[in-house]
């Protein structure tokens, strides 16, 4: 993936990005990758500045369904979910409901009795940046634990493991999705809502992101993922007696779906913000902070990857619960925001369209200098 990012970044994106050429370029590059793998769908979306995002998809809903995926069809995005997250925590930050630099033992009173000190000294900027020193994943008993309420389940899910000294080095990066769970009990325990409510509320309303749920999308018409190995993958119906995600509990760290517009327009908020455009939504120093890397070129729910000659970065995510794959890539200095998933959860069919796709784009580049 940092190969599709190097080469994208390596070039400037002229004004003509929209152009009638490249459009047709890159829904021919999308046909072709379709028409690769039939059995699995297939969705991608992009746009330039504040432009309305191109939208493309093709496949089946599932595999051997004669039912076809839509170019407004919902999609888990998995740890792209982490950006919706520390976002939040930024706003709540803005509000002066939280501090990012303060002890989250402060914030967590009423659970300081059984919570061993280590943890106690933790802070937010730690948690959102993977530099707390915590496990990156819960237990399989966690795992597989049934669901009652997810406030609940968290917390529950917390305390078997903030009763013990931490075992990771403070300050140094470890990829941690019980950090973000951490993060979004926090911010409930302060606001007295629970994380989906908050999102719901904060992020989606505002955005007019209409298509955010959470899990798995089970409305009609909507694509399923695919568990099992490579060649022998079975559909995972969202309604269906076997988990089709990850656990409710987890939902802070990677368990949003929505259509590939909406995941574009999240993108260009996120843009827009960078830019002090949109204080409202998240001041322009918030953004940034959230766009500056800490301990390997990773910020606050996004990967930040440099550019080769040191001018600037790009800012991307991926994610998947091991049955979707998902991309997102915001290059700030262009104003470009691309999209691309699948509902399965191999990376490589969702990368190779992305490096075509970055090829045409800088093509186009280089046509305009």
């Known amino acids: 993936m940092r190969a599709i990012i ?8 002229g004004s003509h990005a929209m152009a009638d050429a490249l459009e047709t370029e890159i829904s021919n590059l999308f046909a072709q990758a379709a ?5 699995f769908a297939l969705g991608a979306a992009y746009a330039v500045g504040d432009s309305q995002p191109g939208l493309y998809s093709a496949g089946p809903r599932f595999k051997g369904s004669d039912d076809q995926v839509t170019t407004h069809a919902p999609w888990h995005i998995g740890s792209i979910t982490k950006s919706f997250t520390a976002t939040l925590i930024l706003q709540l930050a803005q509000r002066d409901v939280l501090a990012l630099d303060s002890p989250i033992g402060g914030y967590l009173k009423r659970h300081a009795d059984h919570m061993h000190s280590d943890w106690q000294t933790i802070t937010l900027h730690q948690l959102l940046s993977h530099t707390a020193g915590i496990p ?4 399989q008993e966690h795992m597989t634990r049934p669901a009652t309420n997810p406030v609940d389940d968290r917390i529950a899910v917390l305390q078997s493991l903030w009763s013990r000294p931490l075992t990771g080095r403070s ?8 950090g973000y769970v951490l993060a979004a009990i926090i911010a409930e325990e302060t606001t007295a809502k629970p994380w989906e409510e908050l999102v719901a509320t904060q992020i989606a309303a505002p955005l007019g992101l ?3 749920g959470f899990g798995p999308p089970d409305n009609e018409g909507a694509p399923w993922g695919h568990r099992g190995f490579p060649g022998f993958k079975r559909p995972a119906d969202p309604n269906g007696s076997e988990p089709a995600d990850n656990p409710v509990w987890m939902g802070p760290a990677g368990r949003l779906h929505m259509n590939l517009n909406d995941l574009v327009i999240w993108g260009q908020a996120h843009l827009k913000a960078c830019k002090g455009a949109n204080p409202a939504f998240l001041s ?4 940034q902070r959230m766009q500056t890397a800490n301990s390997k070129d990773y910020g606050y729910g996004w990967v930040i990857q440099p550019r080769p000659d040191g001018s600037g970065a790009s800012v991307w995510h991926n994610g998947s619960n091991t049955m979707w794959y998902a991309i997102l890539i915001i290059e700030p200095e262009n104003d470009l925001v ?6 399965t959860g191999s990376a490589a069919r969702v990368e190779k369209l ?3 796709m970055t090829k045409a784009l800088l093509k186009n580049a280089r046509q305009d200098e």
Do not use: D, M, W
């Open 35 to 39: 028409a690769k793998n039939k059995r």
């Open 6 to 13: 190097a080469a994208l970044v390596l070039f400037g994106l």
């Open 354 to 356: 992305a490096t075509a």
């Open 338 to 343: 691309l999209a691309v998933t699948t509902n």
């Open 171 to 178: 300050g140094t990066f470890k990829y941690s999705n019980i």
């Open 136 to 139: 990156a994943n819960g237990s």
């Open 284 to 287: 322009q120093e918030n953004c």
């Open 210 to 212: 209409t298509s955010l």
